[in-house]
């Protein structure tokens, strides 16, 4: 099987929701109920106009599973007033979750509810909640093996009818609740959540061809090509433009990625700095605050750090990391490239 990637959606993608979503709704449930009850809620909840609509709703969030160009499955999920009860600020709801029967048993399912948890944590929520129909053993054994217990019922609309959903709830623990975009300082240096509006004076450093003269891709100081990394910041929930506190000057970027709470593991990387914040210490400053704010949370933090790029190499067996593997990195939207794994631990 292909790596599957768990990919953000927006308005551009109703379509494929549209399709996904239907047809995954059908396997799970056409054989237990009338087709007068399915047609009636598939008109109702998966139409063009409710699914613009939530699309467009910040506090809903739609994610779909991609094999390649295939889509597997899709997670929704909701926040503040998109909740469809409890509407606790401190919660985060998960609406659905569905994979197509083809790909059940593939993780794909736990991938998507990862993501959930992952959302949770970024958005600081101390618990996420759900509701799932009595009649669906597999999902309820599912989510009870994340750790989700019943805590109340209510009744769900399948069409006409009148069924019941239990709600379960998973309280996230301190470690779970990793915010993986917390504002990070010293003295000199501050980490800020990376946002949209820091694309152009982040691209004023990526612009210079020697930043990237020993990554793995060197053709990021491109405009086209760096906009594709800048996106796969946006889109990790974890990335940091790095601020100088005495100018205001941004001097580079990094970011957390690929949490593992069962491996108890984070990475980071990603980062690059403008060549004349090179050799002041700053890096070795950056990497301090972001290791003691992980290791409250992990037991490993992991570097990928590209085969031919000795420079970070260097500065990052200076810090303590020790090279573990060596395995080839698909860099988002990037063909893969060979890397070496580092790992510090606490």
Same mark, same amino acid.
């Given at each position: ?231 796969? *910041?946006?889109?990790?929930? +974890? =990335?940091? @433009? &790095? ?12 970011? #957390? ?57 260097? *500065?990052?067996?200076?810090? +303590? =990391?020790? @090279? &573990? ?12 490239? #060979? ?8």
């Amino acid at each position: 099987m292909e790596q599957i990637k768990i990919i953000k959606a927006s308005i551009e993608d109703l379509k494929i929701l549209q399709a996904v979503g239907r047809e995954t709704f059908s396997e799970t449930f056409a054989g237990s109920n009338t087709e007068e009850d399915m047609r009636k809620y598939l008109e109702e909840n998966f139409s063009e106009q409710k699914m613009k609509t939530e699309l467009a709703d910040p506090n809903s969030m739609f994610f779909i599973a991609w094999e390649n160009q295939n889509s597997l499955g899709y997670l929704k999920v909701n926040t503040g007033k998109a909740q469809t009860e409890l509407q606790d600020d401190t919660a985060l709801e998960i609406e659905r979750i569905y994979v197509k029967s083809s790909h059940h048993g593939k993780m794909v399912g736990q991938l998507l509810y990862n993501k959930a948890l992952e959302m949770a944590q970024l958005h600081g929520k101390c618990y996420l909640w759900l509701g799932v129909w009595e009649g669906n053993p597999r999902a309820i054994r599912f989510y009870e093996k994340n750790g989700f217990v019943a805590f109340d019922q209510h009744i769900f609309m399948m069409g006409n009818d009148e069924q019941t959903d239990i709600m379960m709830k998973k309280e996230l623990t301190p470690q779970e609740n990793f915010n993986l975009q917390p504002v990070l300082e010293n003295e000199k240096i501050i980490l800020l959540p990376l946002k949209e509006e820091d694309f152009e004076s982040l691209y004023v450093l990526a612009s210079d061809p020697k930043v990237w003269e020993q990554h793995p891709n060197k053709d990021r100081w491109k405009k086209e090509v760096f906009q594709n990394f800048f996106e796969g *910041a946006m889109q990790s929930g +974890g =990335a940091f @433009k &790095i601020v100088d506190k005495t100018s205001n000057e941004v001097m580079g970027s990094t970011r #957390f990625y690929d949490y593992d709470g069962v491996e108890s593991k984070i990475f980071i990387g990603y980062t690059f700095y403008g060549r004349t914040y090179w050799g002041t210490g700053i890096n070795p400053a950056v990497k301090k605050m972001m290791l003691d704010y992980a290791f409250q949370f992990v037991s490993k933090v992991q570097f990928h750090i590209g085969a031919t790029n000795t420079r970070s190499q260097i *500065a990052i067996g200076r810090i +303590g =990391a020790v @090279k &573990i593997a060596e395995e080839e990195v698909t860099y988002f939207g990037e063909t893969p490239k #060979f890397n070496f794994v580092y790992e510090i631990s606490q």
